[in-house]
């Protein structure tokens, strides 16, 4: 069955979707996007997905589309019109179509294009990706430098993760000046003895939605956290590691580099943080 989404004020069928080739976000790159989670037909932690999606906007001076109170309607539009409920809804925005290509940014009144579609996902939050853990390799960090911003420039990240799977792993940690930055598409952690340990904020690294809320779960639950950089070695010594995004939740990572982590299973802090998030999205969940 063919999806609706939504382009620039209309809600079409995904087989009549258009957008111009002069479009900045297919020219340059110029865009950003948020991937928000759905569980039970409703949005997971969307103020936050709106605050910094408005950060990004605000950092690459470009204007909203919409308000965002007006945006929440549309997501929950495309949610209801796609039965999604358990699933993704991805939101992008591109600097829009000037009528030309140029480098430099076109005239501030230029209207900026919006584009949403859904992903139904069901067994979004079952355990079993949870239970087998995944994989990973080390990879260079190559990306630009303001990979606090969550721009479509991820051309860097899809070739890491074909690193990985031609490696035959799940995913790749980058690492730059001997530390891991962060997962292809989510935030890493490593535990070791009580302490969770994952890379401070900063432009090295994205400002995880549900980074932010698994650390405040963390904290609430006594567990000791620290943020900092930690190296490859340090997680192939650590007890267990973990990734969190908005499509993982909370999934724990039981190899780098081909050497076990841990148990090579699921440990009990990754379980436990997996299992308050999922909880407590539920309740809060618009």
Do not use: C
């Not at 087989?15 to 002069?22: E, G, L, R, T």
């Not at 479009?23 to 865009?31: I, K």
């Not at 960090?141 to 993760?161: C, E, F, H, N």
């Not at 779960?217 to 620290?226: D, T």
């Amino acid at each position: 069955m063919s999806r609706t989404v939504y382009v620039n004020g209309d809600y079409v069928a995904e087989a009549d979707a258009k957008i111009s080739v002069f479009d900045r976000g297919f020219l340059f790159a110029d865009g950003v996007y948020e991937v928000t989670s759905v569980l039970d037909g409703k949005l997971i932690d969307y103020d936050g997905h709106a605050t910094r999606l408005q950060r990004s906007l605000d950092e690459l001076e470009m204007a909203a589309p919409m308000p965002m109170e007006e945006l929440l309607e549309v997501h929950r539009e495309m949610v209801r019109l796609n039965n999604i409920d358990e699933g993704l809804v991805y939101l992008q925005i591109t600097r829009g179509n000037p009528g030309d290509r140029d480098f430099a940014y076109p005239p501030a009144d230029t209207k900026p294009s919006l584009v949403l579609f859904t992903q139904s996902k069901p067994g979004l939050s079952s355990n079993a990706a949870a239970e087998k853990g995944l994989s990973v390799i080390s990879a260079p960090d190559m990306r630009w430098g303001r990979r606090d911003i969550k721009t479509v420039q991820l051309l860097y990240p899809s070739m890491a993760k074909m690193l990985a799977k031609a490696a035959g792993a799940d995913d790749a940690w980058m690492v730059e000046d001997g530390f891991v930055t962060e997962g292809s598409s989510n935030n890493a952690y490593i535990v070791k003895g009580n302490t969770i340990v994952t890379r401070h904020l900063g432009n090295e690294i994205l400002a995880g939605i549900t980074r932010a809320a698994v650390l405040r779960f963390a904290r609430e639950s006594q567990m000791k956290v620290e943020e900092r950089s930690f190296t490859v070695d340090e997680a192939k010594d650590a007890d267990e590691a973990f990734v969190t995004s908005a499509t993982t939740f909370v999934t724990p990572v039981v190899s780098i580099d081909g050497e076990q982590i841990g148990d090579g299973k699921q440990g009990s802090v990754a379980a436990r943080l997996r299992e308050i998030y999922i909880e407590e999205s539920r309740k809060a969940a618009v």
